[in-house]
């Protein structure tokens, strides 16, 4: 072989960086929700509220972006699969229900950060 990739071999590669930063991304947010209440009840009030401002930032972008990451549209390009994990490296019952799963636990977190921030 003389080391050059063929095209298919060069989107499977570029798929993977795509997916390893998409998950990278995911899992950060992912934490921001998951350390929010936490944050909130031990009255690290500046930590929970950069959290939720950074949570909300991203969810700005989905809604800008038609409720999709941008990073799904840019695998897209690498890809004919479709499946709901196709662009990033989670189960696919949880790619699917990402956003109503962390979803729910964003605004339970921002009910426990109101209910902290009340009775400071």
Do not use: Q
């Not at 990278?24 to 909130?40: D, T």
Request: aromatic letters at 10%.
């Amino acid at each position: 072989m003389n080391g050059v990739m063929t095209p298919r071999a060069e989107n499977a590669r570029i798929l993977i960086g795509i997916k390893l930063a998409h998950t990278a991304v995911w899992a950060m947010f992912a934490g921001c929700i998951g350390v929010l209440p936490f944050a909130a009840l031990t009255r690290h009030f500046r930590l929970a509220g950069f959290l939720a401002l950074a949570v909300l930032a991203e969810c700005l972008v989905l809604v800008v972006n038609g409720r999709r990451c941008p990073l799904t549209d840019v695998a897209a390009r690498y890809t004919e699969g479709r499946r709901a994990n196709f662009d990033i490296y989670l189960p696919e019952w949880l790619a699917r229900s990402n956003k109503v799963i962390f979803g729910t636990l964003f605004v339970v977190g921002l009910i426990v950060f109101g209910m902290a921030w009340r009775m400071r």
